[in-house]
């Protein structure tokens, strides 16, 4: 892991969740030992999830029965980042949001008013009932000058029954409908890397983000100053590192091979 330590000391940890934590519900060989070294060393972290229809109370009690213990302020979803980054942008305004609890409960936290009268912005989230109704309202306020907002540009997501829509493909519907495009949110926008290290004080140089994917996790910790360490328990396999134009400070089988830095107990790690 020299790589990794090069530099100043690693302080504070980012990690994705699916793929990286967990696969849908069923917890990954050396998670929860993972979090667990995080907890005993001290160091701050958060666990990532560009998914937006669970609170991080939700995501806490789903990690929980996965036999994880993440506390509920170290889970920072996309609809954080979405609602820090409006109330930074426009404090006590006004959205119509295409969402669940995830999203709404975030907005309203942040003192925004839900409302499809004259909002501010339209928000879309993920939902497992897309309604065309809820859609087709999204259209006409981002028509009528609404500014668009995405929690995440992911495509689709996964399911034990195959892929689900998620709030890429839709947003790409409204897209088309409107010719107006949205700003995405999540990974792979390194705002979400901002946003969280903002949340946990952290600095960049002494950061290390731990994802399954290279074309969000690790590029948008790549371009938010991070170290980067691509897990191979998730979506892009080992063959198809190379194919891409950068690289992850480390490349490991899987987030147990971790668990000795962490806990301070490989060579030079920092404390």
């Given at each position: 892991?020299?790589?990794?330590?090069?530099?100043?000391?690693?302080?504070?940890w980012?990690?994705?969740?699916?793929?990286?934590?967990v696969?849908?519900?069923?917890?990954?060989?050396?998670?929860?030992?993972?979090?667990?070294?995080?907890?005993?060393s001290?160091?701050?972290?958060l666990?990532?999830?560009?998914?937006?229809?669970?609170?991080?109370?939700?995501?806490?009690?789903?990690?929980?029965?996965?036999?994880?213990?993440?506390?509920?302020?170290?889970?920072?979803?996309?609809?954080?980042?979405?609602?820090?980054?409006?109330?930074?942008?426009?404090?006590?305004?006004?959205?119509?949001?295409?969402?669940?609890?995830?999203?709404?409960?975030?907005?309203?936290?942040?003192?925004?008013v839900?409302?499809?009268?004259?909002?501010?912005?339209?928000?879309?989230?993920e939902?497992r009932?897309?309604?065309?109704?809820?859609?087709?309202?999204?259209?006409?306020?981002?028509?009528?000058?609404?500014?668009?907002?995405?929690?995440?540009?992911?495509?689709?997501g996964?399911?034990?029954?195959?892929?689900?829509?998620?709030?890429?493909?839709?947003?790409?519907?409204?897209s088309?409908?409107?010719?107006?495009?949205?700003?995405?949110?999540?990974?792979?926008?390194?705002?979400?890397?901002?946003s969280?290290?903002?949340?946990i004080?952290?600095?960049?140089?002494?950061t290390?983000?731990?994802?399954?994917?290279?074309?969000?996790?690790?590029?948008?910790?790549?371009?938010?100053g991070?170290?980067?360490?691509?897990?191979?328990?998730?979506?892009?396999?080992?063959?198809?590192?190379?194919?891409?134009?950068?690289?992850?400070?480390?490349?490991?089988?899987?987030i147990?091979?971790?668990?000795?830095l962490?806990?301070?107990?490989?060579?030079g790690?920092?404390?």
């Amino acid at each position: 892991m020299s790589s990794l330590l090069t530099g100043r000391p690693v302080e504070t940890w980012l990690t994705d969740m699916d793929g990286v934590l967990v696969h849908e519900e069923v917890p990954i060989p050396g998670a929860t030992d993972f979090i667990q070294a995080l907890k005993s060393s001290g160091r701050r972290f958060l666990v990532l999830t560009n998914n937006s229809i669970f609170t991080p109370r939700d995501l806490r009690a789903r990690l929980l029965g996965s036999g994880i213990d993440v506390p509920e302020d170290a889970i920072w979803t996309s609809a954080l980042a979405t609602a820090q980054f409006l109330v930074d942008q426009r404090p006590q305004g006004t959205a119509y949001v295409v969402g669940e609890a995830g999203l709404t409960t975030a907005l309203h936290d942040v003192g925004y008013v839900l409302t499809d009268r004259d909002p501010d912005y339209v928000v879309l989230g993920e939902t497992r009932t897309y309604s065309f109704e809820a859609i087709t309202r999204a259209i006409r306020l981002v028509a009528a000058g609404a500014r668009f907002i995405a929690t995440n540009p992911d495509p689709s997501g996964p399911s034990q029954q195959g892929l689900l829509p998620a709030t890429g493909s839709v947003a790409a519907l409204i897209s088309t409908a409107t010719g107006r495009t949205p700003y995405f949110i999540g990974k792979p926008n390194p705002l979400m890397m901002r946003s969280a290290l903002n949340r946990i004080d952290g600095h960049s140089e002494s950061t290390v983000m731990v994802g399954d994917r290279m074309d969000t996790d690790i590029i948008s910790g790549l371009e938010a100053g991070l170290r980067t360490v691509l897990v191979t328990t998730g979506s892009t396999r080992p063959e198809q590192i190379e194919t891409f134009p950068y690289r992850p400070t480390e490349v490991v089988d899987s987030i147990a091979d971790l668990v000795a830095l962490v806990s301070g107990t490989d060579a030079g790690a920092g404390s």
